[in-house]
């Protein structure tokens, strides 16, 4: 079952649309004129505990019940002081009403009607003061005919003697003016406020006297001082209030901290309400959309509370009471009555637009500040707010809020501003000002309302609403100062559009700067055509303005600009719509602006938790996601080369965690088309770039790069994917490096079989060596001893380990005994070892080689080639003895063939003195080279 609408629940009172009954107020003289009829009165009134109270204990003194004959009213300006005196009077002069409207005053019924009589403080023309007055209504004027000329105050006497008799009823309202009049007429050497004064003080005593136990004196409150009047004004209120404190019973009319403010606008507004079941499924629907933005943690009002706080304010949103208690205590503000006529306003504006067919409640949010009733009626309790409502929330769709709901089709950001602008319209010191966000969120939620964009509208209304500002706390408020928002604007309209573009070219290329550098390695940001230089090993993005004509992409200089180059791979072209351009130039200006606003603050060392600086940071934020939105809605086309020239793709910029990596959104949306590829280490890519680049036998290897520059049909990769390519492929040998240029590609005529050997071990006293065979391009390894190997030879049995002693060898490597290479020799190394040992006087030379060697030696010098033969130990002549002073040279080859250690003039024999009975070893090359021992005897192997 729908749920019920204020039209289809409530029934308002023909008043509320009648202009002329609004703005009435009714007043004592009034009453005393009998212009009040009691039926219209307390059909429209609701009876608050002060009320009855004060018809209750009247009625006693009436009656003679009660000792208690002197009552005051307090409340503020406007809080029902002079109501609550109508109705009583209006009890008092009519019996009739008594039990209708209050039933406990069925047990007065047998008491007539009671005198009523009293003075209003706006009727300061009185000639006879208020005495005088009082006395002529009675009728017995002549009794004060002593008081009058001069004017004096009368006695207690003299009042007990005028007011004894039938029950009485004396009201005395809004004094303040009259003491205000009554302080300019001089009176002997005092002045009329203080005769006042004492003539009123004396009623008051008079009032005690058992003479006048059924007159009753009902004041309203003086407050300790008039907002208009002097000290001296001021001063005799006090006196006065002093002596009515005294013996007054001191009643408030309206209690502002219950619902009975619910309850007097309830019956003032409306004549007929809903049965309370159809209330409860209202706020029921009110608590579940309170449930929904709680869940999504956007408030944390309670759902519960939330139900049971619009059962007691309906047909109004209790947000309202709230607002209300603010703003109460304003000067000039009549409390209770101001906001009795701000209700009907509001009642008849929705009524006559029809809103009242659509809406449950009546909210804080539901006014029309474009009607100049409604608008009047805020700037009368807040007159500094005009500016901050006119620009920021209703000034007939020109105001920021307006402008922002016609963008959004809604009118979320006008209900949260009017909602706003009510918590603002406190003007007294210490005030509580503003909503927090989850506050306002949860007094907008409502039965079919959207709440998930209400926190958005309430964080970007910030960065455009003029007049609204946080507190400390993180409250937002309005008021008649332009805030930060206003101070953007202005600083931001002084930049040029050159300086903007500055600033945007800046912003667009850091959002874009490449990282990695995979698929582009430079950016420039709205570049002019004569600033784009491509290169061959470079790819560049080039963020380009969209077309000035037509519908948008790239312009035609751009196309022809690609069209005219060589390195057509090399340069990729973002763009989108022209339209949002300007919209994007816009968020720049502001951003430029903030950062200079924010900068300043920190120059001028503004604290980092003053709301000020607090909101610039916020804002800075703000803008700068709404720069990177409006980014987004600009370049929404990439242009990629391919083989039928530049193709688009549709580029979506995505943000994650309110960064944005637009070098990665590039990557990927090329990645998606094939334009780019990380696979660039299979065989894959190697057959493309055979294909496309790698098109001859034999190629410069810079053309061939030249060619992945040039062709735009090949796709981007690391920038070093081809020399890696090139490299692994050369390992391989699948290409062939030729010098430092060039490259030959396979495939290639099969190498033929051949042989790599390691010396493992070798063992120096025997010449055994142990060599590793490695057949490279065969299986098998023949070999043959002082000869080339053939086929026909021995076959190697142990390829990791082959033992030989042999001074020569041949290998041969073959593949399946029918592809064979080239015999290679391998030649062993000779090892010699010497002793020298005395026999007698004879020094003697033991000489062996390893292995089993051919050895010749001499002993004057001279190259061994042409020696002796060695066949068993030698003598060594003596003049060739150390010491003889001869000075042969000495010479002996270790290890390398190639290398021979000499040793200088005046050393003697070997390095390495040889020691008797000991074998020294020198090895010896296959060239035989000469070894001289140890003094000049020559050996040669």
Known sequence: MPLGSLKDLCVPRKSVFDKARRDVVLDLSDLLDGKIKPQQFFEENYLTEGMKVLFRESFRRFNGESDQGVYVLTQAMGGGKTHNMLGMGLLAKHPDWRKKVFPELAKVEKLGPVRVIGFTGRDTDAPLGIWGSLAEQLGKKDLFKDYYSPLAAPGPSAWVNLLKGEPLLILLDELPPYFQYAKSRQIGNSDLAEVTTTALANLLVAVAKADLQNVCVVVSDLKATYEQGSELVNKAL??????????????????????????????????????????????????????????????????????????????????????????????????????????????????????????????????????????????????????????????????????????????????????????????????????SIPEAISFLCAPGRDVTKLKETLSLIQTKAWYLHPTRDGKLYFKNVENLVAKLKSTADNYNRETVLRELRSFLASIFTPNQKDCYQDVLALPGLDEVKPRQ????????????????????????????????????????????????????????????????????????????????????????????????????????????????????????????????????????????????????????????????????????????????????????????????????????????????????????????????????????????????????????????????????????????????????????????????????????????FQNGKDKMVELRAAPTAEIRYTTDGSHPSQGALYAGPFIVPKENHRGSGGSPEARHSFGNPERSDRLGKGQRGCRRQATSGNLETAAISQDHPRVLWPADAAVQT
């Not at 590793?772 to 390829?799: C, F, M, Q, R």
């Open 238 to 435: 006090k006196n006065f209030g002093e002596e009515v404190g005294r013996q007054a019973l001191k009643l408030e009319p309206v209690a502002l901290n219950t619902n009975e403010v619910y309850d007097i606008l309830r019956t003032r507004i409306f004549e007929k309400l809903p049965a309370k079941k159809d209330v409860q499924e209202i706020a029921k629907a009110y608590a579940e959309s309170v449930r929904t933005a709680k869940q999504m943690d956007i408030t944390n009002a309670s759902p519960e509370q939330f139900a049971q706080n619009i059962v007691e304010s309906y047909p109004f949103h209790f947000a309202i009471k709230d607002l209300y208690a603010r703003f109460r205590e304003n000067p000039g503000f009549q409390q209770t009555r101001g906001l009795i006529r701000l209700m009907r306003v509001l009642a008849g504006y929705l009524y006559k637009t029809k809103k009242a067919d659509k809406l449950h409640l009546i909210h804080a949010q539901d006014f029309d500040l474009n009607d100049p009733d409604t608008f009047s009626e805020f700037t009368q309790i807040n007159p500094s707010l005009a500016n901050a409502i006119s620009h920021d929330i209703a000034s007939k769709g020109q105001a920021v809020a307006e402008e922002m709901d016609a963008q959004t089709q809604s009118t979320d950001a006008q209900d949260v501003c009017k909602l706003l602008v009510a918590s603002s319209l406190a003007n007294v010191p210490n005030a509580t000002l503003g909503l």
């Open 537 to 836: 090993d470079r790819v560049t993005l080039l963020i380009c303005e969209p077309n000035r004509i037509g519908q948008g992409g790239l312009s035609t200089e751009w196309r022809k600009f690609y069209e005219d180059l060589d390195y057509k791979n090399r340069i990729l072209l973002l763009t989108g719509t022209r339209g949002s351009l300007e919209s994007l130039i816009n968020s720049a200006r502001e951003y430029k602006a903030i950062q200079w606003i924010v900068e300043e603050m920190e120059k001028e060392k503004v604290p980092q938790n003053d709301p000020q600086y607090i909101n610039g940071t916020q804002l800075r934020d703000k803008i700068s996601l709404s720069l990177l939105s409006a980014a987004r809605e600009t370049f929404t086309i990439l242009h990629y080369p391919s083989k039928v020239g530049l193709v688009n793709a549709d580029f979506e910029m995505k943000y994650a965690g309110n960064q944005y990596n637009g070098e990665e959104q590039v990557r990927n949306t090329l990645e998606s088309k094939f334009k780019f590829t990380k696979d660039v280490g299979g065989d894959n890519f190697r057959q493309q770039c055979e294909a496309k680049l790698f098109t001859t036998k034999r190629m410069r290897w810079e053309d061939i790069k030249k060619r992945a520059a040039v062709d735009p049909s090949w796709p981007w990769h690391l920038p070093d994917a081809l020399d890696r390519l090139r490299d692994d492929m050369i390992h391989k040998e699948q290409w062939k490096k030729e010098g430092e240029q060039w490259v030959e590609k396979g495939p290639f005529p099969k190498p033929k079989p051949s042989v790599r050997w390691q010396e493992l071990e070798r063992n120096d006293d025997t010449g055994e060596v142990t060599l590793k065979l490695t057949p490279v391009n065969g299986d098998t390894v023949h070999y043959e001893i002082g000869g080339n190997a053939t086929s026909a030879s021995a076959k190697v049995s142990d390829l990791r380990t082959f033992k030989t002693t042999d001074l020569e060898l041949s290998f041969l490597a073959a593949e399946d005994a029918s592809e064979y290479g080239e015999p290679v020799t391998w030649r062993n190394r000779i090892t010699l070892k010497a002793r020298q």
